[in-house]
């Protein structure tokens, strides 16, 4: 019982619970976190994908674990502050409900995106590459095409088909787009349901988002390398235009998409598929907002007519008592004219309302029918 009273005051309490008052903080939190995260995530897509570049089996599961810990991770650390959304399409669904303003929105998405672009940057000037006098040549699209969000021939599963041979096979931007929204479906709707009305994650929630991102990682990378997030795509989209339009000037002119060789194939530049990595995570944070809307909606008519059934039931019992009453002094009142009709034919004159006189006139009302009795006789 003490257990019960004592998990039932916890969740009242994480349901009073608030975001940080600071607007300063907030936004900070969003900044730091978006940069920390993204650094880790195109660590994870570039270094550790560069000896690993088919990307199947095992090898994608391992990514998405290391992902989903990521974000795992930085939702404990800044739940609390400004409930680690470091998602624009989390951040889109809590405006649409009312957890955050729509200023708070906006800010979210610039210090998010700052973050994206800033780790972009700092990890592509990091990467080694090889000079002009090397023997073998690491070029910075080596390092990072597999941190880059695509379809097409940027699409990771497409480049990988292509470097064993398996030309002419194509995922096209349609099933991008499609595997980018039910994904990211997932992850939205999981990152809601562990907050409270005010936005605060609750006490399992680093645990279920990162549980999310992990699935919805491992789903979508081979078709666009898992955004998830638009603000994830806008980083290395930014930071690698450049290497991707430096690879695609080493390819001889009369090179396509469909030939045979890997190394001629031209990469859509990141920053022409962008806005599929925008409008697909976007919608599916309004898809999974109208639905909760709705379903709070429900709740609420739910709600007010369970309130109004306990209201009539209430005023019934209230009225219970008032009705025995009624009823009892209606057959007092029967009682009293019975006793009135006896005297009167007793020659006594009664009155109803003598019922209400105190229990001395009532005998003394008896004693007179007694005497009139034995008169008669």
């Known amino acids: 019982m003490a257990a019960t009273t004592q998990a039932t005051s916890c969740r009242a309490l994480e349901d009073e619970a608030t975001l940080s008052k600071s607007h300063v903080a907030r936004a900070a939190t969003e900044l730091i976190g978006s940069f920390i995260l993204f650094l880790g995530i195109y660590a994870i897509c570039s270094v550790g994908t560069f000896f690993n570049s088919t990307m199947i089996g095992a ?31 989390v951040s889109l669904a809590s405006a649409l409900l009312g957890r955050i303003g729509i200023g708070d929105f906006f800010v979210y998405v610039i210090m998010q995106c700052a973050g994206a672009i800033g780790a972009a940057e700092l990890l592509t ?4 590459v090889s000079d002009a006098s090397s023997s073998y040549q690491i070029t910075l699209f080596q390092w990072i095409h597999n941190a880059i969000n695509g379809a097409d021939a940027a699409s990771p599963a497409t480049y990988s088909l292509n470097q064993i041979g398996a030309a002419g096979l194509n995922f096209g931007i349609k099933i991008g787009a499609l595997v980018e929204v039910a994904m990211t479906i997932v992850v939205v709707a999981v990152a809601l349901r562990a907050q409270n009305d005010n936005g605060v994650p609750r006490r399992s929630a680093w645990l279920a988002t990162g549980i ?6 491992a789903v979508a990378f081979p078709f666009t390398g898992a955004a998830l997030n638009p603000a994830r795509a806008t980083g290395m989209a930014v930071a690698g235009q450049s290497a991707v339009q430096a690879y695609n000037d080493t390819l001889p002119t009369t090179a396509s998409s469909t030939s045979s060789s890997a190394s001629q194939v031209t990469i859509p530049l990141p920053l022409t598929q962008l806005w599929v990595f925008w409008v697909a995570p976007l919608l599916a944070a309004a898809v999974v907002a109208l639905v909760m809307l709705v379903a709070r909606m429900l709740r609420a008519d739910d709600e007010s007519q369970k309130a109004a059934t306990a209201k009539v039931s209430t005023k019934a019992a209230a009225q219970a008592p008032l009705n025995s009453s009624t009823i009892a002094a209606s057959d007092d009142a029967t009682d009293g004219a019975a006793h009135a009709e006896t005297l009167s034919e007793a020659g006594v004159s009664y009155s109803v309302d003598d019922e209400t006189d105190d229990d001395d006139s009532a005998d003394s009302a008896d004693s007179k029918i007694d005497d009139a009795k034995d008169s008669a006789k």
């Not at 990514?63 to 399409?89: C, Q």
């Not at 000037?125 to 080694?128: A, E, N, Q, V």
């Not at 999310?212 to 990682?217: D, K, M, N, Q």
């Open 59 to 89: 090898n994608i599961l391992t990514f998405g674990a290391a992902i989903g810990l990521l974000y795992a991770a930085l939702t404990y650390v800044f739940g609390k502050v400004s409930g680690a959304h470091l998602n624009p399409a």
């Open 125 to 128: 000037h990091l990467l080694p």
């Open 212 to 217: 999310a991102y992990a699935a919805g990682t």
